[in-house]
């Protein structure tokens, strides 16, 4: 079936670290890809998206790559703050023509350290 | 402008009682989505509507869970005889059209005693 793996948390940096949180994909057809991310106390926000193989994401210093070859949208910053401590989920849709569930991957906790 | 709001922000009940959690979408969008999210997990999809008929409701659980948005706009998903392992926090999500990205709004923790 259609699903979504990522790296296991929680992930612990110090600030100004480079991160990289892993994120593959199964799917029966060619799903936008997202990034989605929860900080404390808040709800769910979009981080960034790529809709198409080799598309690239960016949003407030994170990227992500959608590779169509590896069927994985790893999420990356070059250096990440204490204000990035967060919870992140990769998450894929656009599987069916008429409707457009979201399928989520378990998330991944980062914690920055000053 | 106004996001997705949800009420209310918290709920507690006791196992057998009945719960409504509500959700009111963006103005405009046409297509609203409910998902459960457990501890430690990500979200799980319940049911779609689009305009006021649900579209898919394969991800709701079992009989005891339904939803309604009978205008179009505002949702309501109702839970009769809770169990304790209905507690999660309930999001509800909405789109401007199907084939858009959705926006979710803060959810409600239900937690059943």
């Known amino acids: 079936g259609n699903s979504v793996t990522q790296m296991e948390g929680p992930v612990t940096l110090s600030e100004e670290a480079f991160l990289t949180i892993n994120c593959t994909y199964t799917?029966?057809?060619?799903?936008?890809l997202f990034w989605y991310v929860q900080y404390p106390g808040e709800g769910l926000q979009l981080l960034l998206k790529?809709?198409?193989?080799?598309d690239k994401g960016s949003n407030k210093g994170f990227e992500a790559t959608y590779r169509k070859e590896t069927t994985s949208f790893h999420l990356e910053k070059g250096s990440v703050q204490v204000s990035d401590s967060a919870v992140y989920f990769c998450?894929?849709?656009?599987?069916?023509?008429?409707?457009?569930?979201?399928?989520f991957g378990p998330g991944t906790s980062l914690s920055v350290i000053p | 402008g106004a996001g997705v709001s949800q009420t209310p922000s918290n709920k507690v009940t006791e196992k057998g009682k009945y719960v409504e959690l509500r959700c009111d979408p963006i103005?405009?969008?046409?297509?609203l989505y409910w998902y459960r999210q457990s501890l430690g997990q990500g979200p799980e999809f319940l049911i779609y509507?689009?305009?006021?008929?649900?579209?898919?409701d394969s991800g709701l659980p079992n009989d005891r869970f339904f939803a309604v948005r009978p205008e179009g706009s505002v949702s309501t998903l109702k839970i009769q005889r809770t169990e304790r392992g209905d507690s999660a926090v309930y999001l509800c999500?909405?789109?401007?059209?199907?084939?858009?990205?959705?926006?979710f709004g803060p959810g409600t923790r239900l937690t059943v005693l």
């Open positions: 998450a894929l849709s656009g599987l069916k023509t008429s409707y457009d569930k979201v399928i």
């Open positions: 999500a909405s789109s401007l059209s199907y084939s858009d990205t959705q926006y």
């Open positions: 103005s405009g969008h046409t297509a």
């Open positions: 509507f689009q305009g006021t008929g649900a579209a898919d």
């Open positions: 790529a809709t198409k193989a080799d």
């Open positions: 799917a029966t057809g060619y799903p936008s």
